[in-house]
């Protein structure tokens, strides 16, 4: 029996014959924020972090073969061991028929065979606790009665992920459990983790509804297993035994599991036995007892629905109607993947068994993209607080801490650059000003983050770093400059920072983490782009400053020197330029700002920008016999990764050439025709990283390390397709662009090949498999660009501007295509209207209705700017032939 999915437009699913799939989970959470994840096969961990893990950690490897599920066994008439999670000998050989049902976020796995079926529902509530709830209900098929003995096993790991490895079996000997009515807790005595030994607060609990009697309570996971048995088959399920443990005796070391062995119930014909378990974790034991006394069926019912309602909220300001309703549901579960990031950080999944928690840099500010779509008025003080992060000599802080605006030094110091975090805070920026008008950002003041590392990290320097890691001027005054200046000081240093072939040096790595050997002689060619399209966009936004009456901006004058440096033509003076920039901030700024035109500051950008541009667009490009594209980088032996005659092709390469307009649209052609013939593979989900480079090239990095086909070597990497994918759409190639996110949604949908449920993952193995799914920064980049450029609803300094680039078959079969989202802060209906049934490059926008008002608009390139606010929530726009 295959597998099969059914997804409905509002994002609920179905998946028959699930167990039929391995390495699946979903996740379980709130923003209190419990991260949970869970497989059919109630496996998964739930934690609130890294030192506080209430089952034992679990890996991707673990969900198949790791027995410390949830748990719960049923004895069956006294004869065999039955469990939910599919796992005891019995089950090995009588299969049951499992399905899951999906909803936000709550998961249901029902199995069933001849004689009885039993589902288990399973959420996090939405609400301030770290609690999982599951409502387990058994039920009688047959005819005759069935005799079931109910027995319950959680086993409580209790502590911190690093105590896998790092003293497991004495850190079972801070375990302090405590026998409560209907309930085990385990109150360990110490936190052993990288902070040393404290004591430890946390409780971490399994309490069930007190409907049925508990019979026996068995805390201490060996002696439910059994001597010579093992968890699949625990000897307290197989036989009657008893013990002596009480309510409120204390249990000191060991492994601590919740076994509770329930009174035998008698189930006749169509009967159900109904239970519901909260597992919870808490400092406060009271808060735990009041929590659970009102454990219930009703409680259950009532959190299961406050969780679905409060969910659906958070995705309201979001939703998509294709013609594809399939896609529609799609799109639900790609919308909450950022959401997900912000709680679990990039840690905390099966797959993402590594870090402590956090978010990097680059993925800080992609997530925030997703944020100005759906909840737009929390977006500006994350902005202005991450700004925090930015060094002055345009590097940035790499370790983010929990609260907002917290940057860290690195402990372990070991500095690294990652050229490229400089060039991403602007385009979030961006897409928060023209979607507010909010420009006055830019002239909010922040502080800039100085710790010991100056010149890029290559020097150290303690003397004049403070404990609140803060830049000082010369007074020993703590500095700030306006946002802007944090953004030219990011843009512009990078590109007086070249190698040899002119492109800016890749330092430790760029947006591929794995390039990460080619720090001497290594460029980015790709980010290069990306830089020079930077500059050419805060030309445009300083002239747009000036059309609304700003016409002097103040900058730190050591910034103004670099920009003025004229001799900035040659490498060599760059570098001049650069170190004298360098040395002159390394013990603090001089505090000295100066007041320059507008006008003047985006006329030098844009110079830069252009002349870069031109370089790249001349110097870079690889012209074949047949196919062409452009050089992505060089390595540590400043040789081009890409080669034509080599047929070695990065799509990083092209990417940031075609997004940042480097590439001319003829040039572009030939990159879609060279990627269809290098880079796309079906069975993989569309455009693959790069082709087979079959060799180790210890000279660009750990990637080619990685067998080819897998993660930064040569999978469908999604974040870089989806960008492929925006940057084509962006330049008017339109079909090229659905062609990416097409095959990648196609890919997924298909859960026989995807073996994933429903949303995007990082990356599809050469198998086909999704690997890392839900924290993924394309999760973003994919509604980003549905929003932004297949919709097309843009914003320019706060005035909204529409053009879409949808597809004929994207239009259902009255010709109508909609999308709901936030315009300036309203929940706004747009139509697009296509009754002559036309395609992209057919159509132009003919007229738009603001309800039924005609509003007036000028014409952009690909749609219209529209003159006045939207009144209504309704938008109409009808598409007439060209
Ligand atoms: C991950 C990282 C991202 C990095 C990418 C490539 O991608 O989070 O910062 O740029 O790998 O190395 P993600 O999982 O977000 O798609």
Redesign the pocket.
């Known amino acids: 029996m295959k597998p099969k999915l059914y997804l409905k437009e509002n994002g609920q699913f179905k998946v028959d014959n699930v167990d039929k799939i391995s390495y699946l989970y979903f996740p379980l959470t709130n923003y209190y924020s419990l991260k949970s994840s869970i497989s059919p096969n109630l496996n998964g961990d739930a934690k609130i972090d890294q030192n506080s893990f209430a089952l034992v950690p679990t890996s991707s490897e673990d969900i198949q073969n790791s027995f410390y599920n949830r748990n719960i066994y049923f004895r069956i008439n006294d004869e065999y061991t039955w469990s939910i999670t599919g796992n005891t000998p019995y089950q090995m050989l009588n299969k049951d028929e499992v399905s899951l049902e999906a909803d936000f976020l709550v998961h249901k796995i029902i199995r069933s065979n001849d004689h009885f079926s039993c589902e288990i529902e399973s959420l996090v509530p939405f609400n301030d606790s770290y609690q999982e709830l599951h409502k387990v209900v058994f039920k009688n098929k047959t005819d005759q009665p069935l005799i079931i003995k109910p027995v319950i096993s959680f086993p409580l790991y209790s502590r911190s992920a690093d105590n896998l490895r790092d003293h497991r079996h004495v850190t079972s000997l801070l375990n302090r459990a405590r026998i409560y009515k209907n309930g085990i807790l385990n109150s360990p005595t110490f936190s052993f983790d990288e902070r040393g030994h404290n004591l430890n607060k946390r409780n971490y609990g399994l309490f069930i509804s007190e409907d049925y009697q508990i019979k026996n309570y068995w805390p201490i996971l060996e002696e439910f297993i059994g001597e010579g048995n093992n968890i699949l088959d625990p000897i307290v399920v197989k036989e009657d035994l008893n013990n002596e443990y009480k309510i409120n005796e204390s249990i000191e070391g060991f492994e601590i599991t919740s076994g509770m062995e329930l009174e035998k119930v008698k189930l006749i014909k169509n009967q159900a036995f109904t239970i519901v378990l909260s597992m919870i974790i808490d400092d406060d034991i009271e808060k735990i007892k009041n929590y659970t006394k009102s454990l219930s069926i009703k409680t259950f019912n009532t959190l299961k629905q406050d969780t679905l309602r409060a969910w659906e909220k958070e995705l309201e300001p979001l939703s998509f109607k294709f013609k594809d309703s399939t896609l529609n549901g799609w799109l639900k579960w790609v919308t909450l993947q950022p959401i997900l990031?912000r709680i679990y950080g990039?840690s905390f999944m099966p797959h993402h068994d590594y870090g402590r928690g956090g978010?990097?840099w680059?993925?800080l500010w992609?997530d925030l993209l997703a944020l100005i779509l759906m909840n737009p008025e929390s977006v500006r003080k994350q902005l202005l607080n991450n700004y925090k992060g930015v060094r002055i000599d345009g590097s940035n802080a790499t370790i983010i801490g929990e609260k907002p605006g917290e940057f860290l030094a690195d402990r372990n110091n070991i500095a690294r650059v990652?050229m490229?975090h400089g060039s991403w805070p602007l385009l979030t920026t961006m897409l928060y000003i023209d979607k507010s008008g909010d420009y006055e950002i830019l002239l909010e003041e922040q502080n800039y983050f100085y710790d010991k590392f100056t010149h890029y990290t290559k020097k150290k320097n303690n003397e004049h770093v403070k404990k609140d890691n803060l830049l000082r001027d010369k007074n020993n005054q703590i500095y700030k400059g306006t946002i802007l200046e944090h953004i030219l000081v990011q843009n512009l240093l990078p590109i007086y920072n070249l190698g040899i072939h002119s492109n800016i040096r890749i330092e430790d790595?760029?947006?591929?983490?794995?390039?990460d050997m080619a720090h001497n002689s290594g460029e980015s060619v790709a980010f290069t782009s990306l830089y020079a399209s930077n500059l050419i966009e805060i030309a445009k936004i300083l002239r747009k400053l000036y059309e609304n009456g700003i016409e002097n901006i103040s900058i730190l004058k050591e910034i103004y020197e670099i920009l003025i440096a004229n001799d900035y033509k040659t490498i060599s003076n760059k570098h001049i330029n650069r170190d004298l920039f360098l040395n002159s901030v390394e013990a603090g700024c001089s505090g000295l700002k100066v007041s320059k035109n507008v006008q003047e500051i985006a006329n030098l950008l844009e110079d830069k920008g252009k002349t870069l541009l031109m370089h790249i667009r001349h110097n870079e490009w690889l012209e074949g016999k047949e196919y062409s594209w452009f050089n992505g980088y060089y390595d540590d032996n400043s040789q081009p990764l890409d080669d034509v005659s080599k047929e070695n092709m990065t799509l990083t390469g092209q990417v940031f050439a075609i997004f940042s307009g480097a590439a001319t649209d003829d040039q572009i052609e030939k990159i879609i025709r060279s990627a269809d013939k290098y880079l796309y593979n079906k069975d993989v989900g569309g455009y693959i990283l790069n082709t087979n480079f079959k060799e180790l090239k210890l000279n660009m990095g750990r990637?080619f390390g990685f067998a080819y086909g897998h993660?930064?070597n040569g999978a469908m990497?999604?974040?870089?397709a989806v960008m492929y994918a925006n940057s084509l759409y962006k330049r008017g190639f339109a079909h090229a662009g659905y062609k990416v996110l097409n095959s990648i949604y196609e890919h997924c949908i298909n859960i026989d090949k995807s073996k994933i449920y429903p949303g995007i993952p990082?990356?599809i193995n050469p198998k086909g498999r999704g690997m890392?799914h839900y924290?993924?920064?394309?999760?973003s980049w994919y509604i980003l660009t549905e929003v932004t450029e297949v919709f097309g609803i843009k914003g320019d300094f706060g005035s909204v501007v529409i053009e879409p680039k949808l597809l004929k078959r994207q239009f259902d079969d009255s010709g109508l295509a909609k999308i709901i989202t936030l315009i300036n802060g309203k929940l706004t209906n747009i139509s697009f209207i296509n009754k002559n049934n036309l395609d992209f490059g057919e159509y132009k926008i003919a007229r738009v209705y603001d309800d039924e008002l005609e509003v007036d608009y000028i014409e952009t390139k690909f749609g219209v700017k529209l003159l006045s606010d939207i009144k209504s929530d309704n938008l109409n726009i009808i598409l007439e032939k060209k």
């Open positions: 990031r990039c978010r990097g680059r993925d992609q990652w490229d790595a760029d947006w591929n983490d794995a390039f990637a993660k930064e990497f999604s974040h870089m990082e990356y890392y924290l993924t920064g394309s999760a």
